[in-house]
């Protein structure tokens, strides 16, 4: 409907302007990570090489800090450094996505860019509806909604969303993050020819599928890409129960490697492995760009987990996306690095140098600072090793387990943990941090922590601890952050 459209539009924009300035004010605002203009952010949506030009789309409440009747918010860039904020790229302005334009991606195909949504539809009682739908553009700012492609098929709830296109051969592919009426997370596969006739096939693997045993009561965002010579499928299952060092937050996101056969259709794979081991990540998304590289964005934000909690919530915003990963399959798991393009950010090295500590803490000179990027490579770690970030955060190594520490979000007496054990030790940390956003790559992209960060504003200090001797190198660059425009 072309009118609620443009009332819509208005609304958001006037959101927009009326808290613009509380929201440059936020000293934990984000030099080089996408957060909302007002409001809450949500799942990266839509991410596609269009082109030449990279559509990074993400979920939008513009009306509140809190969840609620989704819009899609849209970034376009040439080389992921520079950015544009395009216009709102859709609104929940129809009967079939009236309480949300939810999660889904986008493909190119003959000129035309088509995203793919699911409308959720919510009555007075809170009973639930979803339509898988169809938006297409030819100039990749304004999208026409083409309505509802696909329903819901029997044996499932309405918790039916998160459809990610591509095509396989001859055929366009759909999948879809399910929960069955006996209340079990599947990823559900449809076929097309022409992106607008969409047939259900059935459950590719799930909670009680294949050879798992129960694994999340829905299962949502999935993605099944080729990377080296495995199938995977990435999801972010809900309602695994918290075991040793996995699954610590709240909901969680990860993958299975495979082989996916078509016909049946069915995915036969191995384990679930974490993708992240920090505080905030949840539903990625991956791209193939025109390189031929694999590219992942995540949320920086899990739903459920204290999300009222962040202190951005006082200056009308929370929560950003991740940077661009790389993922690679190394034969045995994926491998994150952050993309190359990123180092246009970095300004003269500040910091060349190689430490040795014992016994000790050292602040190096020169190593501090809210938006830089910190190489560490390890050549021994004799007992234990830690880097404290501006008084509030704590990377620390022993005994083969890595741990991320910090106050917690709702109580700061109390401080929080993430772990994760590296068998081959601790060999290189690279760290990103932006102002109140910590990306933390481990042994190259090995292992990931992903995590918001709220120390106090004028906390510049990294320290670093040794029990027995380290010695270490360090590479340091201030970074000059996105331009946005
Ligand atoms: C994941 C999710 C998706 C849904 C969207 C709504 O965070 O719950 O399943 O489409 O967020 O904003």
């Known amino acids: 409907m072309a009118e609620r459209d443009q009332e819509l539009r208005q609304a958001a924009a006037a959101e927009i302007d009326k808290y613009k300035e509380e929201v440059e004010s936020d000293p934990y605002r984000l030099l080089f990570h996408h957060m909302p203009p007002v409001g809450l952010l949500n799942d990266p949506n839509g991410f596609v090489q269009w082109k030449g030009t990279y559509h990074l789309f993400y979920q939008w409440m513009p009306f509140d800090t809190g969840h609620g009747a989704k819009f899609w918010g849209h970034y376009t860039s040439k080389d992921f450094v520079n950015w544009v904020h395009e216009d709102i790229a859709l609104t929940p302005s129809d009967w079939y996505d009236k309480n949300g334009v ?47 492609i696909a329903e819901l098929p029997e044996g499932y709830t309405a918790h039916f969303r998160d459809p990610k296109v591509w095509k396989n051969g001859e055929h366009w592919y759909m999948v879809i993050g399910a929960q069955s009426k006996d209340l079990q997370g599947k990823a559900v596969l449809f076929q097309s020819e022409n992106l607008y006739d969409w047939k259900h096939l059935g459950p590719v693997t799930g909670s009680l599928e294949n050879n798992l045993d129960e694994f999340g009561f829905m299962w949502e965002c999935p993605d099944i890409f080729e990377l080296g010579d495995q199938d995977i499928l990435m999801v972010s299952p809900q309602g695994l129960e918290e075991e040793g060092m996995n699954y610590a937050n709240t909901y969680q996101s990860g993958y299975f490697a495979g082989k996916l056969n078509y016909e049946k259709p069915k995915l036969e794979h191995g384990s679930f492995h974490e993708l992240d081991r920090g505080f905030e990540f949840y539903a990625p998304q991956t791209t193939l760009d025109e390189q031929g590289r694999r590219i992942l964005i995540g949320w920086m934000g899990v739903p459920d987990q204290y999300e009222q909690a962040h202190p951005t919530v006082e200056k009308q915003w929370v929560h950003c996306l991740t940077l661009p990963r790389e993922l690679t399959w190394n034969g045995e798991q994926i491998i994150q690095k952050p993309v190359n393009e990123l180092k246009e950010m970095r300004g003269p090295a500040l910091i060349h140098a190689s430490i040795t500590i014992e016994n000790d803490q050292k602040a190096v000179r020169g ?19 830690a880097v404290e970030l501006f008084q509030y955060a704590a990377i620390s190594y022993k005994d083969g387990i890595l741990t991320l520490s910090r106050p917690h979000l709702e109580n700061r007496e109390k ?19 932006d102002q109140s956003a910590l990306e933390i790559f481990v042994n190259n992209g090995e292992e990931v922590f992903t995590s918001r960060i709220f120390p106090q504003p004028e906390e510049e200090d990294i320290l670093f601890t040794s029990l027995g001797e380290s010695s270490f190198s360090i590479e340091q660059w201030k970074l000059s952050g996105f331009t946005f425009s």
């Open 367 to 385: 190593i501090g600072g809210r938006a830089t990027e910190l190489n560490l490579e390890f050549e021994q770690i004799e007992d234990q090793f």
């Open 102 to 148: 939810y999660s889904g991606s986008a493909v190119s195909h003959n000129d035309r860019l088509y995203l793919f949504y699911t409308g959720n539809v919510k009555d007075e009682e809170g009973n639930r509806e979803a339509y898988q739908c169809l938006a297409v553009s030819d100039d990749g700012v304004n999208f026409e909604k083409q309505g509802v």
């Open 415 to 433: 401080t929080e943990f993430r772990r994760v054990e590296l068998p081959q030790g601790l060999r290189n940390l690279h760290l990103f941090i």
